[in-house]
C-alpha cells in the first residue's frame, strides 16, 4: 500500500471503453476512483453501480465546480476531448485521454500548451506502448544490439460492418476527425513510431473501397522514419481475418509481434540473420517476468509518476508525434506529395481537420 493518499479519479463518459479505465483504476494502488461524469444520469448511475458506486454527475462543469477530483480520464467521444481537457486542465487536474487525443494537430497543440500553462500533465493512452516485450525490443533497438533498422512493415487489418459507421458521430469529419489510419491504425502506427523515433518524410493515399462514410475506410503510405527505415503502412477497417502487425528487419535480426487488441511475449518473435552467432542471438530472448500491454500497466505508471513528481512514462508522452504521422498520411492524400515534418507544419487547412480527399472506388 502507499504511504500517501491515492490520487482522486473521475471518468467522463461510459462507453465500454470506460470499463478499460475504470479496471485499471481499481488494479492501482496510487488511484481511487472518486466520480462518474455522464450527460445521461442513468449511464452514469448503471456505471458506478458496476465500479465501486462513485460519485455522479451530469457535466463536467458540476465535477469541476465539486472540487473534488485530481485527475480526470477522457472517454468521451473524440469531438468533445479537446474540449473537455483543456477544461480540467484550466482547472487544475491532470488528464489522462482516450485516444485520439483531438480531432486535429491545432486542438493537440492547444491541450499541450493548457497542461504547460497550468504545470499540470497530460497523458495520451497509447497502451500499445507498454508491455514487457515491447519495452525489451526497444532497448535492443536503442542500444544497437539488433543492428540497424533497415524496412518495416505496419498493418492494422480490422474489419468494422456498417453498422458500426451508423453511430451517430462516426463516419463524420467534424465529430470523429478522420477515418479508421486515425481511429484504428494510429495505435499500431504509435508503437512502430515508438519503437522507431521521429520521422522523416510521409506519402500516403486514402480509399473509399466499400462503406458508407464520408471518410475512408483503408489507407496506404510510406513513412521514412530519421534514422534511415522505410516503413510500409496498411490500416484497412474491412479485413475479415483481423491482425494488428508490425515487422521490422534490421541488420541482424527480423522482429515481428502480430497481435489483434494486445500483446504478450507469445506474439512477439525475434529471428537472428543467419550470420549471427547463436550465443549472441540467445543473449536477445525476451525476459523471464513477463507483462501483457494494456491499460493496467499504463495506468499504473502515469500515477506513480503524478504521486512521485517524476515526468510521465515514456509510454505516456510525445503523443504529437503518431499524430503527426497520421495527419501527414492525410495531408499527402491531399496534395498528392511527400510530406515532411516542415511542410506539414504549412498545410494549415490539415492542422485544423483531417479533411481530404478521398478516392472512391466503390461500385455502384
Not at 502507499?2 to 485499471?24: D, S, V, W
Not at 518524410?201 to 534514422?227: C, K, P, Y
Not at 536477445?284 to 512521485?308: C, F, K, N, Q, T
Not at 515532411?340 to 498545410?347: H, V, Y
Request: proline share 6%; charged share 20%; aromatic share 6%.
Amino acid at each position: 500500500m502507499p504511504e500517501h493518499a491515492p490520487l482522486r479519479a473521475a471518468i467522463i463518459g461510459t462507453g465500454a471503453i470506460a470499463n478499460a479505465h475504470a479496471a485499471a483504476l481499481a488494479a492501482t494502488p496510487d488511484a481511487e476512483l472518486v466520480a462518474v461524469v455522464d450527460r445521461d444520469p442513468a449511464f452514469a448511475r448503471a456505471f458506478a453501480e458496476r465500479w465501486g458506486d462513485p460519485a455522479t454527475f451530469d457535466s463536467l462543469d458540476a465535477l469541476l465546480a465539486s472540487g473534488t477530483v485530481d485527475v480526470l480520464h477522457v472517454c468521451t467521444p473524440p469531438g468533445v476531448h479537446a474540449e473537455q481537457a483543456i477544461a480540467a486542465l484550466d482547472a487544475g487536474l491532470h488528464v489522462v485521454c482516450e485516444k485520439p487525443a483531438a480531432l486535429s494537430l491545432d486542438e493537440l497543440d492547444a491541450m499541450t500548451d493548457a497542461a504547460a500553462r497550468n504545470d499540470r500533465r497530460l497523458a495520451v493512452v497509447f497502451q500499445q506502448r507498454t508491455g514487457s516485450a515491447a519495452a525489451h525490443v526497444r532497448g535492443l533497438l536503442d542500444s544497437g544490439a539488433l543492428g540497424r533498422p533497415l524496412v518495416a512493415t505496419c498493418q492494422t487489418l480490422w474489419f468494422r460492418d456498417p453498422a458500426y459507421f451508423a453511430v451517430p458521430w462516426r463516419g463524420k469529419w467534424a465529430t470523429e476527425g478522420g477515418g479508421p489510419t486515425l481511429g484504428l491504425g494510429i495505435h499500431q502506427i504509435d508503437l512502430l513510431a515508438w519503437l522507431l523515433g521521429d520521422w522523416a518524410s510521409v506519402q500516403g493515399q486514402l480509399w473509399r473501397l466499400a462503406r458508407e462514410t464520408q471518410m475512408e475506410d483503408v489507407s496506404t503510405a510510406v513513412i521514412a522514419f530519421a534514422g534511415g527505415t522505410v516503413a510500409s503502412v496498411v490500416t484497412s477497417a474491412l479485413s475479415p481475418r483481423e491482425t494488428s502487425s508490425i515487422r521490422i528487419d534490421t541488420e541482424r535480426a527480423t522482429v515481428t509481434v502480430d497481435h489483434l487488441y494486445g500483446h504478450g511475449h507469445e506474439h512477439w518473435r525475434i529471428t537472428p540473420a543467419p550470420h549471427v552467432d547463436p550465443d549472441l542471438a540467445a543473449a536477445w530472448a525476451l525476459p523471464e517476468v513477463e507483462e501483457a500491454s494494456g491499460h493496467d500497466p499504463l495506468v499504473r505508471d502515469i500515477y506513480a509518476a503524478l504521486v512521485s513528481g517524476r515526468p510521465l512514462p515514456s509510454t505516456a508522452t510525445d503523443a504529437a508525434r503518431s499524430f503527426e504521422i497520421v495527419t501527414a498520411i492525410y495531408s499527402s492524400a491531399a496534395s498528392g506529395a511527400m510530406v515532411t515534418p516542415d511542410t506539414l507544419r504549412r498545410d494549415l487547412d490539415r492542422l485544423r481537420s483531417l479533411e481530404s480527399p478521398i478516392t472512391d472506388l466503390r461500385r455502384a
